[in-house]
């Protein structure tokens, strides 16, 4: 029960856009999260051919379809510059665990018993030694619940909405936890007509139309110290 209103304030706290960080651990690797939130942004905004979104960031790509990650790699996100390879490697000797997931507009209207790829896809393992969950969309869910892996889908959603939301109304990031992780809320800004044009695409446009400026959807990154 304590960690449910625990986990009901955060939300709240999201809604307002009032980072609920304190003096969490978490605060350590934070300077290290907002350099990889810069890689990721980047990417997004110069994005390779015919790879956007999830895909832009981990592989395998997930174009048009949950991501689920190939169990057999270390991690889902390959560096491509040497600032990415540098945060990395600083993350990974801290012993840091890192996962992404990202979000779209979407997830304001998606019904959360109804998985929808484009209101939300993840978590990918960034970092060596980051427990990915049994379960993600489009997987059998498992029978018995999996403990000490980063948020899977279902545990994720209530805080990527907050988000999306906050970032509508102006908010421009918060961090926040769930269970053992900390939570770095980041949203990602329609920069160019390119972007806006991509994401009002008849073939994929949701029921919020996209302008210039704002945002189209945002990033998460959940982190802790390895046990």
């Known amino acids: 029960m304590k ?11 999201c809604m307002s856009g009032v980072a609920v960080f304190g003096g969490s651990p978490g605060a350590y690797d934070l300077p290290l999260i907002l350099r990889l939130n810069e890689a990721v942004q980047h990417r997004f905004q110069d994005p390779a051919p015919a790879v956007l979104g999830m895909s832009r960031v981990a ?13 057999a790699l270390e991690r889902d996100f390959r560096p491509e510059t040497a600032a990415e390879m540098e945060v990395l490697s600083a993350l990974e000797q801290r012993q840091t665990q890192v996962g992404f997931y990202v979000f779209g507009v979407a997830i304001i209207d998606s019904d959360p018993s109804q998985p ?16 990915r969950p049994a379960w993600y969309p489009s997987m059998v869910m498992p029978s018995a619940f999996q403990p000490d892996t980063l948020p899977d889908w279902n545990a994720i959603y209530p805080v990527a909405r907050a988000a999306m939301k906050s970032f509508r109304e102006g908010g421009r990031g918060f961090e926040t936890r769930v269970d053992t992780w900390t939570i770095a809320a980041r949203p990602v800004t329609a920069v160019a007509e390119k972007c806006v044009m991509c994401h009002n695409n008849q073939a994929y446009k949701g029921s919020h139309e996209v302008r210039l400026g704002q945002p189209i959807g945002g990033v998460l990154f959940a982190f802790r110290h390895s046990r």
């Open 116 to 131: 929808d790829f484009r209101a939300l896809k993840g978590p990918g393992a960034m970092t060596r030694g980051t427990p």
């Open 59 to 71: 592989v395998p790509p997930s174009f048009g379809a949950h991501f689920r990650p190939d169990r």
């Open 3 to 13: 960690a449910n209103l625990k986990f009901t304030a955060c939300v709240a706290a």
